[in-house]
């Protein structure tokens, strides 16, 4: 059965103890760290109480991303990403998520995929390259990322697919999970709804169903495959004014996934803040 994880990037900009609180509420199988300033995304030990507090294990952590993070963990992106892959080892993560490097970072993107490699058979910790996008300013084709946004044509040994870049790239990404093949690793479960050429600017992450990404096709090709990697949901949900509402995103987000995995659907959460807080662990009722 295909585990369906929550990344912390679904709860931003609230604090890493709620993302699990909520992935915990929602039903979410495990859980997946975007390191971020915020120090407990960069500390094993707190990121453990957490996981032991909620009962959901730590699936996977997601590198540093330079524009976000440009201070995190110093600024040689060699050093950012042996930290994030001794930090999943730390915390029982199988599987650190690395962006491509931008072009200006010259001396890292020469030796990119060797680093990756190199790092992977040091820790044992499986290094997915994600698939990102190409970037435009004034209506021109900008290179940003060395040496490339696809992961399609590199050699690397493990990838992420993120619909939502899928679609900002123009890029299908049924395509992108069939030619990965058994490269493909680990999943970002997110939609969009156009590309660059389309007149789109933001990477949107809809919530799946949402845009126009196969991703119901990719899940259900994943599941009839018997996969073994991970789906981790990475959807906005910035504009919700509730926790109430915040979660019912998170919850569709998750029923979807099993939907299509071919697993049976989740049960119904209760919506009032005094029944969501008695499913957390600990509690009696």
């Known amino acids: 059965m295909i585990r369906i994880g929550m990344s912390t990037t679904c709860a931003y900009p609230l604090p890493t103890e709620q993302s699990f609180r909520l992935a915990k509420l929602a039903g979410y199988d495990g859980i997946e760290i975007m390191v971020t300033r915020d120090m407990v995304t960069q500390d094993a030990a707190a990121l453990r109480a957490l996981s032991e507090k909620y009962h959901l294990p730590i699936l996977s952590i997601h590198a540093p991303v330079l ?17 994030s892959a001794e930090l999943a080892r730390a915390v029982g993560a199988s599987t650190v998520v690395v962006h491509p490097p931008f072009r200006w970072q010259a001396e890292y993107a020469v030796d990119f ?33 060395s040496p490339g946004w696809d992961p399609t044509v590199m050699d690397c040994d493990a990838a992420t697919l993120d619909f939502s870049h899928c679609a ?14 058994d490269r493909l690793r680990h999943v970002h479960l997110c939609d969009g709804s156009g590309s660059l050429d389309e007149g789109k600017v933001f990477d949107e992450h809809l919530l799946p169903g949402r845009g126009s990404e196969p991703v119901a096709e990719v899940l259900g090709m994943l599941a009839k495959a018997r996969w073994d990697g991970q789906v981790v949901a990475e959807v906005n949900t910035r504009k919700c004014k509730t926790e109430e509402e915040r979660l019912a995103l998170l919850v569709e987000t998750l029923a979807f996934a099993r939907l299509h995995t071919l697993q049976a659907r989740p049960r119904r959460f209760p919506r009032s803040r005094r029944a969501l807080e008695a499913l957390l662990p600990g509690r009696h009722h």
């Open 168 to 181: 900002l790239s123009g890029h299908d990404s049924l395509a992108m999970a069939t030619s990965l093949g």
């Open 113 to 145: 995929l060797a680093i990756v490699r190199e790092i992977s058979a040091q820790t044992g910790i499986e290094i997915a390259v994600e698939n990102m996008f190409p970037w435009k300013f004034g209506g021109r084709s900008v290179k940003a990322y």
């Open 67 to 83: 524009l976000l993070t440009h201070f995190v963990w110093g600024r040689d992106p060699r050093v950012k990403l042996e930290r």
